[in-house]
């Protein structure tokens, strides 16, 4: 793919008005004076940030989003968001299926293609994450976690317009480890034979240190970055590394 590359930071449950503000208002200054064609950045910050951090971006050149949506548009779901509330925020992308999501709210896959549907209807982009536990790859098993994961999160409204996916292997989120480069092309090749033209993100562990190596294999269309998004200079070198 020769689009831009698509940097999202997930800042999970992370950032207070003040140092939100700060952190974002840096990023927008910094994207302004650089107006990258190489990359699109996208910040998905906590629910009650995403007014603070629109604020901050509108008129810059980076995007945000939520990490989470319901699979209907209102009602009686005490705590849950909508996917319309976060579009009505100014919010362009929504991540579903982060594993944290699937691990500790017991999301199935099912739930995650509803969630994808609800942001599609909403006029939202899904970032749909995927991914395998440790001891599932060390048996061998995650082409065929991911491949079942992939088949049953997709719904059948997703275009490459309005859909990304995120292999994100469980085993490198917020440890430490990245999976080989080699491990990368391999995961990434099998998604795109299975997702055609989505655009595919890895994620885990990535930093400035390890962005540009990553960014560079095939079927890398971009990053979702955790722990590395929250500090301004770090999240912008990853961007940098695009180019
Ligand atoms: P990490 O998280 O970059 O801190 O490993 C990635 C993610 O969970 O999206």
Not at 50 to 78: M, N, R
Not at 121 to 145: K, M, W
Not at 181 to 200: F, K, N, T, W, Y
Request: charged share 20%.
């Amino acid at each position: 793919m020769t689009t831009a590359k698509l940097i999202v930071g997930n800042w999970k449950m992370n950032g207070l008005m003040t140092d939100s503000r700060e952190r974002t208002q840096k990023l927008a200054t910094a994207a302004n004076s650089h107006k990258a064609t190489e990359f699109q950045m996208v910040v998905c910050p906590p629910a009650t940030m995403v007014d603070i951090v629109a604020a901050a971006l509108k008129g810059s050149e980076i995007k945000w989003g939520g990490q989470d949506c319901h699979s209907q548009q209102s009602g009686a779901f005490t705590g849950d968001i909508s996917a319309e509330m976060l579009k009505d925020l100014g919010c362009s992308y929504v991540i579903v299926g982060h594993s944290e999501r699937r691990q500790h709210h017991r999301e199935t896959s099912v739930m995650v293609a509803a969630k994808a549907k609800a942001a599609h209807a909403a006029g939202l982009t899904a970032i749909i994450c995927v991914g395998e536990l440790d001891h599932e790859r060390t048996a061998g098993q995650a082409n065929r976690i991911v491949s079942e994961q992939l088949k049953a999160s997709i719904p059948d409204t997703a275009t490459p317009q309005n859909t990304v996916i995120a292999y994100e292997p469980i085993w490198a989120i917020g440890t430490g480890k990245t999976a080989s480069s080699e491990d990368i092309r391999q995961m990434h090749a099998l998604i795109r034979s299975q997702v055609g033209a989505l655009p595919i993100l890895y994620g885990g562990s990535v930093k400035a240190a390890n962005a540009a190596e990553i960014l560079h294999i095939p079927n890398v269309d971009g990053v979702l970055v955790g722990g590395a998004s929250l500090k301004a200079d770090e999240f912008l070198a990853i961007a940098q590394a695009s180019q």
